[in-house]
Each structure stands twice: as structure tokens, then as C-alpha cells.
């Protein structure tokens, strides 16, 4: 199977709580790392954690890694339509499919 | 001023010709990669230069043949284009090898995309 794996779809009313789920199978990186693509352009960094770490805050967004599972989750917290948008996994170089993530009002 | 930039942004071009895609940042990273999106936006590393030398050459055809004349350039050449190569090709840089240590995280920066479509 593929080396970093995500789920490729998910669709969220505003204003409720994204969950995003990922699984990898190389534990050897430091670093796990959430990227936002809009349509159109190309991948931004929107956090990532150390290895070492289990969770992470940075305001509405929550990422916890169970790196015994080697499972990495993205928690978005009160959606909002601008986060719409592909969402990727990587470990490293690797990646993801992406989820696609549609907020609906 | 963009921190990595590439050109073209948009490149036609017929079956069987050879094209060129520039790439430049200007953070002073040390590490810089290609990656290829699919129409199914599957995003593929491609290359990796860390320092002008080649540390990451994934399975990809002979025809596609990287160059980094200096840490800030990574330009990717393609022969003999095929239609499977219609993609968007990203480049993209990181301070030292994505995954590795850093105190910043070696988060990656991405360029905007070449929409490569060959007819």
C-alpha cells in the first residue's frame, strides 16, 4: 500500500469541529506535517508536529499523532467556509492523496 | 517578493517535444524538490537536491532530467514529452531535508505550480 494514507473526502456543516485522519508507515522522520491546498494553487504549510510529541495546538487547529498506531489526525475546530480546500499528509517527501475537505452552510 | 517562483505557470505543448520548467527560491534553503499532481491530485516527489547534489530520485522516466546550477535553482527538463505528462509540476524548498531535524520543523515551501498540458 501506499506509504502515507488519508481518507478522500469529507464533507462538514460551518461552524461544527473537521476531523482528518492519516495513517503512515516510516517512523523514522522528526517532523509530520499538515499542508492546505485551494483550488488552483499550490500547498501551504499549515502545521506540523514534532515526532516526540502526541498533540499540538496552534488556534483552531489541533493535531494529535499516536505514533505507537503511526496515525496522525488534523482537528479543525468551528469550520468555516474559507477552509474548504484539499488537505494533506506528508511524512517527509511523502504524501498524502489529499482530503477534500467541503464546508456547506 | 515570492518566495519560490516558477515559469512557465502554463506550458501547451505537442507529443515528442523536449520543454524546460524554471525554479528559484529565495529563502536560502538548502534542500529543493519537484513533485508531480495528477488530475487526481496524487502529489509524487519526484527530485530532491540538498546542497546541488541529487538525494531523492524517484522511479521517473530518463526523460525528465533535473538541473541545479546553484542552491537556489532547480530547474527540471523534460525530452520527448508524452501525454501522460500532462500534470502540474510544483517545486518546492525546505532549510535542510523535509522529516529532518531542524529547529524550525523543515517545513516545505511550494511554488505555485506549472499546469503542463501536452496535446
Known amino acids: 500500500g501506499e506509504d502515507v494514507e488519508q481518507s478522500l473526502f469529507l464533507s462538514v456543516r460551518e461552524g461544527d469541529s473537521s476531523v482528518i485522519n492519516c495513517t503512515y508507515t516510516?517512523?523514522?522522520?522528526?517532523?509530520l506535517y499538515w499542508y492546505k491546498q485551494e483550488p488552483g494553487a499550490g500547498l501551504q504549510l499549515l502545521t506540523y508536529?514534532?515526532?516526540?510529541?502526541d498533540m499540538k495546538q496552534d488556534q483552531r487547529l489541533t493535531v494529535l499523532l499516536n505514533k505507537k498506531d503511526k496515525h496522525l489526525s488534523l482537528r479543525i475546530a468551528d469550520t468555516q467556509t474559507g477552509d474548504s480546500a484539499i488537505y494533506f499528509c506528508a511524512e517527509s517527501s511523502k504524501f498524502g492523496a489529499g482530503t477534500q475537505v467541503v464546508v456547506t452552510p | 517578493d515570492t518566495a519560490v517562483s516558477q515559469t512557465p505557470k502554463y506550458l501547451v505543448t505537442q507529443m515528442g517535444n523536449d520543454k524546460s520548467i524554471k525554479c528559484e527560491q529565495n529563502?536560502?534553503?538548502?534542500?529543493m524538490y519537484w513533485y508531480k499532481q495528477d488530475s487526481k491530485k496524487f502529489l509524487k516527489i519526484m527530485f530532491s537536491?540538498?546542497?546541488?547534489?541529487?538525494?531523492i530520485n524517484e522511479t521517473v522516466p530518463n526523460r525528465f532530467s533535473p538541473k541545479s546550477p546553484d542552491k537556489a535553482h532547480l530547474n527540471l527538463h523534460i525530452n520527448s514529452l508524452e501525454l501522460g505528462d500532462s500534470a502540474v509540476y510544483f517545486c518546492a524548498s525546505s532549510r535542510g531535508l523535509a522529516g529532518g531535524f531542524s529547529s524550525s520543523g523543515n517545513e516545505q515551501f511550494f511554488g505555485p505550480g506549472t499546469r503542463l498540458t501536452v496535446l
Open positions: 508536529i514534532f515526532s516526540n510529541m
Open positions: 529563502l536560502g534553503h538548502d534542500t
Open positions: 537536491y540538498n546542497n546541488k547534489e541529487l538525494i
Open positions: 516510516d517512523s523514522s522522520s522528526t517532523y
